[in-house]
């Protein structure tokens, strides 16, 4: 089954203790993105990557890091959590850069 | 102002209606538009995918573009309770360059709810 896969589903921490979302994808997809999503605000992008070793910033990159050493995989690294970025993740993949496809989020609370 | 703008709702309808949900945006370079719909604890899903201006139909899904307006639609015919979920209007600029990724926007989202 074609499908985005990240993990975990759920994840409390403590501030400053770091994390590591990890995202795969079967799809032999070219773009690959990260976003969060807050009540009211909507989704909005952290980072993506267009391809092996190319990453570039989104709106609100502040606080993470990715990586793209394989084409399926696409890790979100939170270095040093703080309480702000208590939100919903979610990974996604496409083929053109538009029409992407999402995985099942994984929310973070950060104590 | 945001660049992309959407009614939260909730909007409700019974079982039947047809539903109008509405996108406006302030960025003229926008070309590729969709729709999105995502279900409670859900990831967002594609429904429908536009390129410029002009209508595209899927079934009881109608999407409509109106460029000169900045004003972008989603008509759901004879809505079902299934239909209930958060609906999110998406779009990108055209790249110049086309290894460049397209920065994706999207709204923050109407909820709808169709009552049996």
């Known amino acids: 089954e074609a499908q985005v896969t990240q993990n975990p589903r759920y994840l409390i921490t403590v501030t400053g203790k770091k994390l590591t979302v990890t995202c795969s994808q079967n799809m032999n997809h070219e773009y690959m993105s990260w976003y969060r999503q807050d009540p009211g605000l909507g989704l909005r992008q952290i980072y993506y990557s267009m391809n092996v070793e190319v990453t570039d910033k989104g709106d609100v990159p502040e606080g993470y890091k990715v990586s793209r050493k394989e084409k399926r995989n696409f890790p979100l690294i939170l270095e040093s959590p703080s309480p702000n970025q208590t939100s919903l993740y979610f990974c996604?993949?496409?083929?053109?850069?538009?029409?992407?496809?999402f995985g099942s989020g994984t929310r973070l609370t950060v104590v | 102002q945001k660049e992309v703008e959407q009614d939260p709702g909730p909007l409700s309808v019974p079982e039947g209606a047809i539903v109008s949900l509405n996108c406006t945006y302030s960025n003229s370079a926008f070309q590729y538009f969709m729709w999105y719909r995502q279900y409670s604890r859900k990831g967002p899903e594609l429904l429908m995918y536009t390129y410029s201006s002009g209508n595209k139909e899927d079934g009881r899904f109608t999407a409509q573009v109106d460029k000169s307006s900045k004003y972008i639609s989603l008509f759901i015919r004879d809505s079902q309770p299934s239909d209930s979920a958060t609906y999110l209007c998406a779009m990108s600029a055209e790249a110049a360059d086309l290894d460049s990724s397209y920065k994706l926007i999207f709204g923050s989202g109407t909820r709808l709810l169709v009552r049996p």
């Open positions: 996604a993949s496409s083929l053109s850069g538009n029409g992407y496809t």
